[in-house]
């Protein structure tokens, strides 16, 4: 085998691997559960969260605790505009990568928020640059794209590469 086949074969491999990823959303349920993400916020508050204030919507970084290696999840907070009759549900969701222990860096300096009007139901779309830890070792930085839609709550994402 030439040298050239191996570093084919060899990229290959890795991305092959780095699209095996696949996202989780979960609801952050009970208050109590929402409470055991809270001791687990990454300061400095400031650089680890994001708000839109337009939307009521805040990104927050949210980490294991100690330990190595250090793994880092995503938490969406919503809060619907409040009326005094009717408050509206609160939304709260984590994202992270399924089967993983969470994302290896997140990235919020770079973050975006963009808001898209479909079908007269607004959808904001949260991007952020985060890195992922194969099962090999190696780190691969994408783009995490979280969508929610304010209608009724519905939380997708997808990680597209920079």
Known sequence: MTLRTALVIASLATAAEADHHSLQIDDCGERAVANAH???LVEPWEKNTRYQ???NLRFIVLGNGEGA???YYLML???PPASPSD???RTCRIVTIEG???FAEIEMAAATFEDELR???VLTVFTVPVDITS???STRRQALSVRYLHENGNTTASLDDL
């Open 69 to 71: 290696p250090p793994a």
């Open 119 to 121: 079908r007269g139901r």
């Open 135 to 137: 099962a090999s070792g």
């Open 53 to 55: 204030p337009e939307h």
């Open 77 to 79: 907070l919503a809060n």
């Open 38 to 40: 809270a001791a687990y």
């Open 87 to 89: 408050p509206g549900p």
């Open 100 to 102: 993983a222990t969470g």
